[in-house]
């Protein structure tokens, strides 16, 4: 079975520019949570979708935002960048929610320049 | 809110040497407990989890037990090897998919 799969690996973006990243779930699972990777803040919860829709949102600016599609996959856009947006943005997806495994995906690296 | 407090790394240790890295938290109700481990250049995998009181979580020769009377879920391998280098990250979840975890502890075995 193949695993959760983020595109790009890898992203360069200069302030004021928008980025879209991309998450390809496990066959069968219709949870997908995205987190944010950095050194100084850590593993941080940006929002879960499940079915198409927004089920948890953690606390991050507006400029976060995304979307599930009816397979799955799901992408996550942040407009208008700021230099401290630079980190990896890791995927996980899960069956249905709750104490179910979530399997996370390799990243996205992103600097912003 | 929820909490996740970690023991502070690097944690450097000889191959064959016991490991402890401990982890406890805040949260109100009833948290599932998680260790994740992190490879260089990957992404997370989970180690192992608990999710009630008195469960022990193992895998791979680790092992850790959810002691909800000291908030504490500390994890513990009795025989490290350099293939275990990594950082691990402690987590809990209340059901409603959001993982909050610590701030990691990046182990290095040397041989």
């Known amino acids: 079975k193949a695993g959760v799969t983020q595109t790009p690996r890898y992203l360069i973006k200069t302030r004021g520019q928008q980025v879209t990243l991309s998450c390809s779930p496990i066959?069968?699972?219709?949870?997908v949570s995205w987190y944010q990777q950095t050194p100084g803040q850590g593993l941080q919860f940006l929002f879960e979708y499940f079915s198409e829709t927004q089920r948890n949102k953690g606390n991050f600016p507006g400029r976060f935002s995304g979307r599930q599609f009816s397979n799955s996959r799901s992408e996550m856009n942040v407009s208008t960048l700021e230099l401290g947006d630079s980190a990896l943005y890791l995927c996980?997806?899960?069956?249905?929610?709750?104490?179910?495994?979530?399997?996370f995906g390799p990243g996205t690296r992103l600097t912003v320049l | 809110g929820d909490s996740v407090t970690q023991m502070e790394g690097p944690v450097t240790l000889s191959e064959e040497a016991f490991l402890t890295i401990n982890c406890t938290y805040t949260?109100?109700?009833?948290?599932?407990l998680f260790w994740y481990v992190q490879y260089p250049g990957e992404g997370l995998q989970l180690l192992l989890k608990a999710t009630k009181a008195d469960d022990k979580g193992s895998n791979k020769g680790f092992e850790a037990t959810y002691r909800k009377e000291t908030t504490s879920f500390h994890l513990e391998k009795g025989s490290v090897q350099v293939s275990d280098s990594a950082v691990y990250f402690c987590a809990l979840s209340r059901g409603n998919e959001k993982l909050t975890f610590g701030t990691g502890t990046r182990l290095t075995i040397i041989p």
């Open positions: 066959s069968g699972h219709r949870s």
């Open positions: 949260a109100t109700g009833y948290p599932s």
């Open positions: 996980a997806s899960s069956t249905s929610g709750g104490y179910n495994e979530q399997f």
